[in-house]
């Protein structure tokens, strides 16, 4: 007489129902999101153009300096500040790691999009808020890094080349620091507003086209001669990098409105965490 067995239950059956699968810790999320991001080949050339370009600019801006120091005079050469600081960030080579990070940032949200891998994520990972966060501390901790090889890179380029008609500035002169912290937060800041157009717009052409347009052709239509203009063209990431990274105080005049540098640091703050905020958003309450 054979004995009668019951089925097995299936692994994780609770109360006689088959089990949820395990919900995926954060860390779990950050490290898929992560290889996402590495396993893309053009990353890792946005990634050394992003660099690249800056430093070369570095180099350029110095060299001209380095090439026009005979033809200036005492006040220019007892001031080296004036033009050692803006060689050592320019921001015609910033530009690029703003738009090279913003970009990136935009296609982490767009590409899923545009591609159909959203609908296989949300399936695994229902909690979509999670997901955008996970996006969000790996795009943040990549362009952190980059922001600061990046910033100590044209840096060290810019002195060097300086050096040669002693016209450097150390890192401990005042604002420097200040400098050079907003030289290399402004890749991690771009990236992080490019996530949220991205979740926005949902489509790659069209986010990097309006990041571009936000990060720094709309700045430009508002001027600094009037107040309520001024204040405008002082909300944008663009014009934050231009003030932090100056080491000297515009003189104050009639029709004049420079940026503050406690604005400026606001911009820093709280656009990436508006757009994170915003991608959170949008994504739990839009259909895949």
Known sequence: MSAVTSPSRPAGAVNGTAG???????????????IKFRSLRSTW????????????AAAAAAMADYDNWPGYGPDERAAPHLFAVHDSWPLEGY?????????????????????????????A?????SVVLAKAVVQATVWTVVG????????????????????????GYSGVPRALVA??????????????IGALVRHAGGTIGILAFVVLLLPQFFSQTKQWSAEVRHLFPVSAFGRLTE????????????????????????WPLVAVALAVWIVRRRDV
């Open 125 to 129: 990972v229902p909690a979509r808020g």
């Open 183 to 196: 030289a290399a937060m402004v890749a991690p800041v771009c990236a992080l507003v490019g996530l949220g």
């Open 148 to 171: 600061w090889v990046c910033a100590l890179g044209s840096y060290a380029i810019a002195q060097g080349i300086l050096s040669g008609r002693h016209a450097t500035i150390s890192l």
């Open 45 to 56: 050339w946005t990634l050394v153009v992003a660099m690249l370009v800056p430093w070369g």
């Open 95 to 123: 530009v690029v790691i703003m738009l090279a990070a913003g970009a990136l940032g935009a296609l982490a949200m767009a590409g899923e999009y545009g591609s159909g891998l959203i609908r296989t994520t949300t399936v």
């Open 20 to 34: 949820s699968a395990v919900r995926p810790r954060f860390l779990d999320l950050v490290g898929a999101e992560w």
């Open 247 to 270: 080491v000297w105080t515009a003189p104050k005049q009639p029709g004049f409105y420079p940026a503050t540098v406690t604005g400026s640091w606001l911009d820093y703050l709280l």
